[in-house]
């Protein structure tokens, strides 16, 4: 158990038990991609794939962290009082900075505390183990040192890290959907006015299949940050005769109405992909809550097309993927997820067709691709809790 492997990990470590122990989940994104930074509504969930951490409290202010997931590290000190990012630390700047940002906030950590993480997340797969890593993080020291602080403030405390601390100009959806997790349930989220609602995924005897491209992307050495300010300057141009705070005030026919404001082909089409895709997230909560899975399958195919044609952040390996996943029989729908560039697609399949699945995709994807792919079969899960 990967659970257990962490405690065993911490005994070896630090010559002691560890006394309590963690988990966060991973999210995917079922549909509503590259729409939270352009006001737009968003549908992720939180995954029962994530990452455990092994704890024990020290009587000083140090803290210790390592990884399983990335051994070559070795063990992370840090202390208390010196919380300043640290390139040379590489993923345990992540934690820090969740510390910082709790401390930031008003609040005492009155001792350090020894750590060992270990997790089924794949690093640099888009299922957010940073968000992972942050919200386990707050979990932690919000728990342990009896901080009251409400689970909607410690998302935006992961946000803060990532845009101040980290330095990626990311939006709140990974953060929020893995902090306000709920078993079974989506999270429709307005990020214009942050309002949200659960809502039920019931998808019968089908299963989510998380297909890995094993094409490692970081956000910061992406075009994430260039498809942002494209979108910003499509807004800017749309606010010249529009009365509109984000891409996400529109629906299709004004933007079909207004595009010719842009004046500029390649901004058309990213500022046609948020207002679309916008569009198919609200479209999407509809069609699962009238039980409509063939109407849902449909949205998220088109929610990848766009996101090649329009968007342009596919690429070969999401692109096979997903294309070959629509070949397969018992499929509804398959698209990439996360902010793309690698990482990884979902599909929904039926659950007797899943090992045929695999076996097919797998060996297109390794015979056009030249490496073979990672699948996984993930059920929605609840948010950061202690495991009993």
Same mark, same amino acid.
């Given at each position: 158990?990967?659970?257990?492997?962490?405690?065993?990990?911490?005994?070896?470590?630090?010559? &002691?038990?560890?006394?309590?122990?963690?988990?966060?989940?991973?999210?995917?994104?079922?549909?509503?991609?590259?729409?939270?930074?352009?006001?737009?509504?968003?549908? %992720?969930?939180?995954?029962?794939?994530?990452?455990?951490?092994?704890?024990?409290?020290?009587?000083?202010?140090? =803290?210790?962290?390592?990884?399983?997931?990335? %051994?070559?590290?070795?063990?992370? $000190?840090?202390?208390?009082?010196?919380?300043?990012?640290?390139?040379?630390?590489?993923?345990?700047?992540?934690? @820090?900075?969740?510390?910082? $940002?709790?401390?930031?906030?008003?609040?005492?950590?009155?001792?350090?505390?020894?750590?060992?993480? &270990?997790?089924?997340?794949?690093?640099?797969?888009?299922?957010?183990?940073?968000?992972?890593?942050?919200?386990?993080?707050?979990?932690?020291?919000?728990?342990?040192?009896?901080?009251?602080?409400?689970?909607?403030?410690? =998302?935006?405390?992961?946000?803060?890290?990532?845009? &101040?601390?980290?330095?990626?100009?990311?939006?709140?959806?990974?953060?929020?959907?893995?902090?306000?997790? @709920?078993?079974?349930?989506?999270?429709?989220?307005?990020?214009?006015?942050?309002?949200?609602?659960?809502?039920?995924?019931?998808?019968?005897?089908?299963?989510?299949?998380?297909?890995?491209?094993?094409?490692?992307? !970081?956000?910061?050495?992406?075009?994430?940050?260039?498809?942002?300010? $494209?979108?910003?300057?499509?807004?800017?141009?749309?606010?010249?005769?529009?009365?509109?705070?984000?891409?996400?005030?529109?629906?299709?026919?004004?933007?079909?109405?207004?595009?010719?404001?842009?004046?500029?082909?390649?901004?058309?089409?990213?500022?046609?992909?948020?207002?679309?895709?916008?569009?198919?997230?609200?479209?999407?909560?509809?069609?699962?809550?009238?039980?409509?899975?063939?109407?849902?399958?449909?949205?998220?195919?088109?929610?990848?097309?766009?996101?090649?044609?329009?968007?342009?952040?596919?690429?070969?390996?999401?692109?096979?993927?997903?294309?070959?996943?629509?070949?397969? %029989?018992?499929?509804?729908?398959?698209?990439?997820?996360?902010?793309?560039?690698?990482?990884?697609?979902?599909?929904? =399949?039926?659950?007797?067709?899943?090992?045929?699945?695999?076996?097919?995709?797998?060996?297109?994807?390794?015979?056009?691709?030249?490496?073979?792919?990672?699948?996984?079969?993930?059920?929605?899960?609840?948010? %950061?809790? !202690?495991?009993?």
């Amino acid at each position: 158990m990967i659970n257990d492997d962490a405690k065993s990990k911490f005994q070896e470590l630090y010559g &002691n038990d560890s006394t309590r122990l963690f988990f966060s989940p991973g999210r995917i994104n079922l549909i509503g991609e590259h729409t939270d930074y352009n006001g737009g509504n968003v549908f %992720p969930c939180a995954i029962s794939l994530g990452i455990y951490a092994a704890y024990a409290d020290r009587n000083d202010n140090i =803290v210790r962290m390592y990884s399983m997931n990335v %051994p070559d590290q070795g063990i992370v $000190e840090f202390a208390l009082d010196d919380l300043d990012y640290d390139k040379q630390i590489s993923w345990a700047n992540y934690p @820090k900075g969740m510390i910082a $940002e709790i401390i930031n906030h008003g609040n005492q950590l009155s001792h350090g505390f020894d750590i060992v993480l &270990n997790g089924n997340l794949p690093d640099g797969a888009g299922l957010s183990s940073s968000a992972a890593i942050e919200l386990l993080t707050a979990e932690i020291v919000n728990d342990v040192f009896e901080l009251g602080i409400d689970q909607q403030e410690l =998302v935006e405390y992961g946000k803060l890290v990532e845009n &101040n601390f980290i330095g990626v100009n990311s939006g709140i959806m990974d953060q929020f959907a893995i902090g306000m997790g @709920k078993k079974d349930k989506a999270i429709l989220l307005d990020t214009n006015t942050m309002k949200f609602e659960y809502v039920p995924v019931e998808l019968g005897n089908r299963v989510i299949v998380i297909m890995n491209t094993k094409k490692h992307r !970081e956000l910061q050495d992406s075009k994430y940050n260039e498809r942002r300010s $494209e979108c910003e300057e499509a807004l800017k141009r749309l606010q010249t005769a529009l009365d509109i705070k984000s891409l996400g005030d529109l629906d299709e026919s004004a933007f079909d109405q207004h595009s010719y404001l842009i004046n500029d082909d390649t901004l058309i089409r990213r500022a046609r992909h948020a207002v679309f895709e916008n569009q198919r997230t609200l479209q999407a909560k509809s069609a699962l809550i009238n039980g409509d899975l063939k109407t849902f399958g449909h949205l998220v195919n088109a929610s990848h097309i766009s996101l090649h044609y329009d968007y342009d952040v596919t690429g070969k390996e999401l692109d096979t993927l997903a294309e070959t996943a629509w070949k397969q %029989p018992g499929v509804i729908g398959a698209r990439m997820t996360g902010a793309g560039f690698g990482g990884c697609a979902i599909a929904i =399949v039926d659950k007797d067709k899943v090992d045929d699945f695999i076996k097919n995709v797998g060996d297109t994807y390794e015979q056009k691709i030249g490496h073979p792919g990672e699948f996984y079969i993930a059920e929605i899960s609840d948010g %950061p809790r !202690e495991i009993k």
